[in-house]
């Protein structure tokens, strides 16, 4: 990183510190040219970096956070999920995609990410994502589905007829 005051490349750490809960680290940097020795400060944050979405014809697509907040928006609808629940609905998917630690990821497993997440917060949500999702045949597969959400159970696709 080159010196703000005299752009010359080389400057030594002289101190560095977490900061922001521990997602930053904060270096005091002094030029190494010693005609200038100025003192400045850097910042150091992780990237996240999601995988690349398989799609279902087999494209792959960046992971694109607006589509997934959008998906969960419209599965909770008018339902009472508190602005905390839905925090933290997204960043725990994002989380479990992150810790499934590959580059690319198939779109239905990101699908049932968020299925087990909705299915804990609101049934409603959760049957509302999985018929859009689960890409239902018949009203008496939705219903056969919605049954098993009724009694608490987590349905799974090969619980459907
Ligand atoms: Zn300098």
Redesign the pocket.
């Known amino acids: 990183m080159n010196?703000p005051?005299?752009?010359?490349p080389d400057s030594k750490v002289i101190d560095s510190r977490l900061v922001a809960d521990g997602a930053q680290i904060r270096r005091r940097r002094e030029?190494t040219?010693s005609g200038?020795?100025?003192r400045f400060t850097s910042y150091e944050t992780t990237e996240l970096l999601l995988p690349k979405i398989i799609k279902k014809d087999g494209r792959r697509e960046p992971f694109d956070d607006t589509k997934l907040v959008m998906g969960i928006d419209l599965a909770i609808r008018k339902r009472k999920v508190s602005e905390d629940d839905r925090y933290s609905i997204i960043e725990k998917i994002k989380q479990k995609i992150l810790q499934y630690g590959e580059r690319e990821i198939k779109s239905v497993l990101v699908g049932e990410i968020v299925m087990e997440e909705l299915f804990r917060v609101d049934a409603i949500a959760f049957i509302r994502f999985a018929s859009v999702y689960k890409d239902f045949k018949s009203a008496v597969e939705l219903e056969q589905f919605s049954a098993l959400v009724s009694k608490g159970i987590q349905p799974q696709m090969e619980d459907i007829s």
């Open positions: 010196c005051f005299c752009s010359n030029c040219d200038c020795a100025e």
